[in-house]
């Protein structure tokens, strides 16, 4: 559990991960060949780290597999390496990578929330803009007005297509291919959402969308722009500084201290940031928080205040997830993950 799977864990847990499948690779090089013991060391190994961290055993998955010849990576056929596979089906009875991958819990789709979708790609086509992105909240329908912050520019949606699962070939592990709940009876709430006329052009929260846009200049849209709705009352924010919790990497070579310059990222955007005040900072097993440290080291938790060298569509991590949760990072490595609390100005 050091270096990178460590450093992995902990930027999981910073930016909200819940869920865990851990791939335990090479096992077909271990001695013996395929060990039930080797993969019971590493597995707790990684499962003490993840615990400690304060992720839930019940959410974490462990599953044996060979990257090189495939064994337990996918449903059993071609197989290269039969003899693996049967060793390995000796004792471990459990799913393969994929199906465990299959086996997330959905996350919930925040539909009753104002519009947020992130904007990934920019294309023009005529007249009309295609963006493409991630609806992280709300829903949005050809004929919506729109407005493109931070740009403040308003649009209209021409047309909508967003991306569309498959349940063929799912796996018995995936929720893909579990029935709808019954609802006391009612037919309605089983469908899916395809079979909804009214939402044939409609992208809701968790889809990936497709929408073209008039009524904008080209020119002033780009990834890490964020469409919303029109009301002002329904927009995000739009500043330069805000407090914000802060999880400090354990192998941070250089302390941080008040006036610290970094690199926050954000979704798809990187902007140069200051550190301008420490309020407190907290190690774990600590009675209480130490207000106004003079530096932050590894393995702390603390609240800052950062002022941003531009402004940027943020908001509080209650509010909106992935417009709240950042990292922060320093000559090209990472010394902080954080959630924003308070938008200041």
Same mark, same amino acid.
Request: glycine share 10%.
């Given at each position: 559990?050091? =270096?990178?799977?460590?450093?992995?864990?902990?930027?999981?847990?910073?930016?909200?991960?819940? @869920?865990?499948?851990?791939?335990?690779?090479?096992?077909?090089?271990?001695?013996?060949?395929?060990?039930?013991?080797?993969? $019971?060391?590493?597995?707790?190994?990684?499962?003490?780290?993840?615990?400690?961290?304060?992720?839930?055993?019940?959410?974490?998955?462990?599953?044996?597999?060979?990257?090189?010849?495939?064994?337990?990576?996918?449903?059993?056929?071609?197989? $290269?390496?039969?003899?693996?596979?049967?060793?390995?089906?000796?004792?471990?009875?459990?799913?393969?990578?994929?199906?465990?991958?299959?086996?997330?819990?959905?996350?919930?789709?925040?539909?009753?929330?104002?519009?947020?979708?992130?904007?990934?790609?920019?294309?023009?086509?005529?007249?009309?803009?295609?963006?493409?992105?991630?609806?992280?909240?709300?829903?949005?329908?050809? #004929?919506?007005?729109?407005?493109?912050?931070?740009? #403040?520019?308003?649009?209209?949606?021409?047309?909508? $297509?967003?991306?569309?699962?498959?349940?063929?070939?799912?796996?018995?592990?995936?929720?893909?291919?579990?029935?709808?709940?019954?609802?006391?009876?009612?037919?309605?709430?089983?469908?899916?959402?395809?079979?909804?006329?009214?939402? @044939?052009?409609?992208?809701?929260? =968790?889809?990936?969308?497709?929408?073209?846009?008039?009524?904008?200049?080209?020119?002033?849209?780009?990834?890490?722009?964020?469409?919303?709705?029109?009301?002002?009352?329904?927009?995000?924010?739009?500043?330069?500084?805000?407090?914000?919790?802060?999880?400090?990497?354990?192998?941070?070579?250089?302390?941080?201290?008040?006036?610290? @310059?970094?690199?926050?990222?954000?979704?798809?955007?990187?902007?140069?940031?200051?550190?301008?005040?420490?309020?407190?900072?907290?190690?774990?097993?600590?009675? @209480?928080?130490?207000?106004?440290?003079?530096?932050?080291?590894?393995?702390?938790?603390a609240t800052v205040e950062i002022t941003l060298s531009e402004k940027l569509v943020i908001e509080e991590s209650n509010e909106c997830k992935s417009l709240g949760r950042f990292v922060l990072r320093r000559g090209g490595d990472t010394i902080a993950v954080g959630l924003i609390d308070k938008v200041l100005g």
């Amino acid at each position: 559990t050091c =270096g990178q799977t460590r450093e992995h864990i902990i930027l999981s847990r910073g930016l909200g991960v819940t @869920q865990f499948v851990v791939a335990v690779n090479k096992l077909d090089v271990a001695e013996p060949s395929w060990g039930k013991d080797r993969f $019971e060391y590493i597995k707790s190994l990684i499962l003490d780290f993840l615990k400690e961290n304060g992720f839930k055993e019940k959410r974490i998955t462990f599953v044996p597999v060979s990257g090189l010849t495939g064994v337990n990576v996918s449903k059993e056929g071609n197989m $290269e390496d039969e003899q693996g596979w049967k060793a390995l089906r000796r004792w471990y009875k459990g799913p393969t990578l994929v199906e465990a991958l299959d086996g997330f819990m959905p996350a919930k789709r925040e539909f009753e929330k104002p519009l947020r979708v992130i904007v990934t790609d920019v294309s023009s086509e005529g007249k009309n803009v295609t963006v493409r992105g991630r609806v992280v909240q709300g829903f949005v329908r050809t #004929g919506d007005g729109i407005v493109v912050l931070p740009v #403040g520019d308003g649009a209209n949606v021409v047309n909508v $297509e967003r991306g569309k699962a498959s349940k063929e070939g799912a796996s018995p592990y995936s929720f893909a291919a579990a029935p709808a709940p019954n609802n006391g009876g009612s037919q309605s709430a089983e469908k899916h959402v395809d079979d909804i006329p009214e939402l @044939q052009n409609c992208a809701l929260a =968790g889809d990936i969308v497709e929408a073209t846009l008039s009524g904008i200049d080209p020119a002033r849209i780009s990834p890490g722009c964020v469409v919303c709705h029109p009301h002002i009352s329904l927009r995000p924010k739009v500043k330069r500084k805000f407090e914000a919790r802060v999880l400090v990497m354990e192998r941070l070579a250089v302390p941080i201290i008040r006036g610290s @310059q970094v690199l926050l990222h954000m979704h798809s955007i990187d902007v140069p940031a200051v550190l301008n005040k420490l309020v407190s900072s907290e190690k774990r097993g600590d009675a @209480q928080p130490r207000q106004n440290p003079r530096v932050l080291t590894g393995g702390v938790t603390a609240t800052v205040e950062i002022t941003l060298s531009e402004k940027l569509v943020i908001e509080e991590s209650n509010e909106c997830k992935s417009l709240g949760r950042f990292v922060l990072r320093r000559g090209g490595d990472t010394i902080a993950v954080g959630l924003i609390d308070k938008v200041l100005g």
